[in-house]
């Protein structure tokens, strides 16, 4: 890829990563709040009142002393959106590199990524493959990020299903979320994708949790209301709050096949997007 680095282009992304990143670790987007909120008045048992209180008033330490919302600051996705007048450039990975490293030391963030096999930290956020960067276009030159922490990642599955079990992606999706319990940190929002590739679906899922959590589909309702009625609640200490909300991502895939994958996210869904100035 031939190309002639633009410092003043490289700073900006550099500026736009650290930002997104602080802004995604202080505060959540006001539709997951609303939606604690929310599920903090419809809640009758006193225990998972008590702990929506408890998380509602950790964002609002977190905010009030600009620190990060959860001590796991999770693993940097970034998502960068490219208008059709800017080229992608291997400068722009480095940049969104470099703005990781930036918001580690100075946010700061813990340093969660480590070599897979030798488990030896990069003590900066960055290495093989991290931040993970996925580029799309649009109308707008932005970066998105999605810290995204090990409990509820750790609970995510997929699963090659046959073009007949269709009606068995509910199902899937629940027993997910029964299997995980109380270990992702419900209330969760479960990102749900269906289509595409083994690789691809796994990709959206992720994706389908940056989409806003205050409006779903009928599907995705009533995939809610199963997981709900599993009764694990905030904190797995029971409730009517398993989840807060099950988004849907779908994707074309092979007449003999239909991927399903489940991205398990905790409470503390957090996105944030900055626009980058070119």
């Keep these: 890829m031939n190309e ?6 490289g700073a900006s992304i550099i500026h736009a990563t650290r930002e997104a ?3 995604a670790q202080i505060t959540l987007p006001p539709d997951v709040i609303r939606a604690l909120s929310m599920a903090r008045e419809r809640e009758t048992s006193e225990i998972a009142k008590g702990e929506l209180a408890n998380i509602i008033a950790n964002l609002e330490m977190a905010g009030s002393l600009s620190v990060p919302i959860c001590q796991d600051t999770g693993v940097p996705v970034v998502y960068i959106t490219l208008p059709p007048d800017v080229p992608l450039t291997c400068t722009m990975y480095d940049a969104v590199a470099e703005g990781v490293r930036k918001a580690t030391r100075e946010i700061p963030l813990r340093p969660n990524v480590v070599d897979p096999l030798s488990r030896e930290n990069s003590g900066n956020n960055t290495g093989a493959g991290m931040p993970a960067i996925h580029v799309r276009p649009g109308d707008r030159f932005t970066i998105t990020v999605l810290p995204k922490g090990a409990g509820a990642e750790n609970m995510s599955r997929i699963a090659m299903m046959l073009p007949s ?3 068995q992606i509910p199902k899937f999706v629940v ?22 590739t083994f690789d691809g679906v796994a990709a959206l899922a992720k994706e389908a949790l940056l989409e806003p959590i205050d409006c779903m589909t009928p599907y995705e309702e ?15 200490l029971g409730g009517k709050t398993t989840a807060l909300a099950v988004k849907v991502k779908t994707g074309g895939c092979h007449t003999a096949s239909l991927p399903v994958a489940v991205n398990v996210q905790c409470w503390a869904c957090r996105r944030a997007t900055v626009e980058v100035d070119y």
Excluded at 4 to 9: K, N, Q, R
Excluded at 175 to 196: D, F, H, K, N, W
Excluded at 224 to 235: A, D, E, H, Q, Y
């Design 4 to 9: 002639t680095p633009d410092p003043a282009l």
């Design 21 to 23: 990143l602080r802004q």
């Design 165 to 167: 079990e269709r009606d």
């Design 175 to 196: 027993e997910t979320m029964l299997l995980a319990g109380g270990r992702p940190c419900p209330p969760v929002i479960l990102g749900v994708g269906i289509g595409s």
């Design 222 to 236: 009533e995939i809610l209301n199963i997981v709900n009625s599993l009764g694990i609640g905030p904190m797995g």
